[in-house]
Each structure stands twice: as structure tokens, then as C-alpha cells.
């Protein structure tokens, strides 16, 4: 997951990924939509590749990059605990608010 | 466009060879320069940046969306150009042009050899790359080239 985590580190590399969550792209379509020039976008899809979140698929000159989720998939599973920490504090504030609605307090 | 194919396919050892000519209505000169140098690839096959002298490193983007790097094996001026292209998961192709005289005309033929043996589909994508440099040389707007492949590949699966 380190390599992951490395890989979404990077803000351009996150708006790569976004942008191919659209469908597959090519690097060319890629540097068209983002403000990112295209030799800064072929590296941030080899290092994307190399975190195994993007495949390229290539048929004879023609390569297209899309996304692969399942080591997204690892990450929400290791959020997973995490979210259950969310869940308990809002819990509370939740049963904070219903006190406080039972016992207005007294306004002067 | 015309339906006309413009590209063969021939085996060799372990795979096959891309073969694609065309004429065009220029000199031998003028053609020259639109397949070796970089301004004027830029507009037709590929960006290419580097050291541009026979042995020399590469950096190549295909219209096609193909990228790698490339070394000139052979520059030949005006008739000869080979350059090696090898892809970053290792895989290796040579393309060779050359170039001849046909009376007020040139001719251009293009292979690419190393390629997998089952090669249809790259052949119809050379014969994107030769009408985009027919574009290019008339001062036409060349091809979205995915779209043209595209469209070029039952014709040649057909063939195959």
C-alpha cells in the first residue's frame, strides 16, 4: 500500500487518476484536458503504473491508460477501521445534540 | 477519403514486416525534410526530441499515442533513414525509410520490422501516418488518428 499511498501523494497524479475515471484515455487526450504538459503526464502514468492503479492496454501503435480499483480497494479496507472511528464520535455528537433538545438551556 | 490500402504485410523470422508507400508531389528534398526533421515530423508522425545524429538517443511521441525512445542507425541524406524504437516494457522494432525520385514526384516507402506476427492492425495505422504526411505536405489539417485507424481496420483484417 506504500506505493500506493506514494503514488495519490502527488496532486497532478490525483487529477490524472480523476481524470481517467471518465474512461480510458491516451496520454494525448490526457495532456489535452489537464493542465499538465504531456512528458509530466506520461511520468505521472508510469508512476501510477508502477503503484499498479493504472494499466495501459496497447494494440498495435495505440496505447490507452485506465484505472484499476483494486488497490483502491485495499486502501477503503484499511479506511475501514478508521471510518468506524468517524462513526463513533458522530454517534456522540449525535446523542450530545438530543441531550441538549431534551434539556433546552434556560435563556435569560 | 479513398479506400485504397496502402500498407502490406510480410512475414519474417518470428514475426512480420510492415511495408507502406505512397507518392507524393514534392521533391525528394522536400521529403526528406519532412521525415527527418523535428518541426516538420511534429506535424504528421511524431514529436521527436534528443540527439539527432546516427547513434544518437531519442525521445519519440507518435500521433498514434505510441511513446518510447529511438536511435538512428542509419542517416542517409536524402534516400535513407533507419531508426530503432524500443517501447519502455522492452519491445523492438526497426523503421526504415527510403526515399526515390519519381519523375517530378517522390516516393516514400516505409517498414517496420519486428513486429508481432499477427501485424493487420499496425499496417492500418502506417497508412494513417502516410496520408497525414500527404496532408501535412499539401497544408491540410491531418487526421485525429485514432479515428482513421479506426475506420482503416476492417479493410485490412479482411486482407490478412
Redesign the interface.
Known sequence: MDGVLQAIGDASRRTVLDALRGGPR???ELAERLPIA?PGV?RHL?VLREAGLVEVEA??????YSIRAEPLAELDRWLDDYRALWGTRLDALHTEIARGKRAPRSTS | MTDRTLSTVRPEAGGAVVHVEDVYDTSVADLWSAISEPDRLARWLAVVSGDLRVGGTLRM???????GTGEVLVCDAPHHLVVASRE?DGSETVIEARISPEGEQARLVVEERGLPTD?S??A??WQVHLEDLGAALAGRETSDW?AR?RQLIPSYRREG
Open positions: 491516451t496520454v494525448g504531456r506520461s508510469r494494440r498495435a501503435q495505440f496505447r490507452v | 511521441r507518435f500521433t498514434s499515442s505510441w511513446e519502455e501485424a492492425d499496425y492500418a495505422g485514432s485507424w
